[in-house]
């Protein structure tokens, strides 16, 4: 099982960008799936989640200008507007999956993509 993750580049301060992850692979279900953000020298924050019935969570920071939906089961996407060059990091999925053949659900990551907000 993997989550590729992808949509990030470079944008200017106000702009938006629409990061998208999808699961593949051999598995049975795609549970709850999430973005996370890293910048150097600090811990990987939590921006926002979604269940498989659609309910969303997200950071504070983020509420008023991030978006997260999920297509199908398997592919989540972030939709940013309104980017400010604080926001620049690696954004992370996250996906609880079971894969095939198991009992057991497992968090899977994806490999992250570099969002960077020029002033």
């Known amino acids: 099982v993997q989550l590729q993750a992808s949509g990030g580049g470079l944008v200017q301060s106000g702009g938006s960008l629409t990061l998208s992850c999808a699961a593949s692979?051999?598995?049975?279900?795609?549970?709850?799936m999430g973005w996370y953000r890293q910048t150097p020298g600090k811990q990987r924050e939590l921006v926002a989640s979604?269940?498989?019935?659609?309910?969303t969570s997200y950071a504070d920071s983020f509420r008023s200008r991030f978006t997260i939906s999920r297509d199908a089961k398997s592919t989540v996407y972030l939709h940013m507007n309104n980017l400010k060059p604080e926001d620049t990091a690696v954004y992370y999925c996250?996906?609880?999956?079971?894969?095939?053949?198991?009992?057991?659900?497992?968090?899977?990551w994806g490999q992250g993509t570099q969002v960077t907000v020029s002033s």
């Open positions: 692979g051999r598995f049975l279900d795609v549970y709850d």
């Open positions: 979604i269940t498989t019935g659609g309910r």
């Open positions: 996250k996906g609880s999956i079971r894969p095939g053949l198991s009992q057991t659900v497992y968090d899977y």
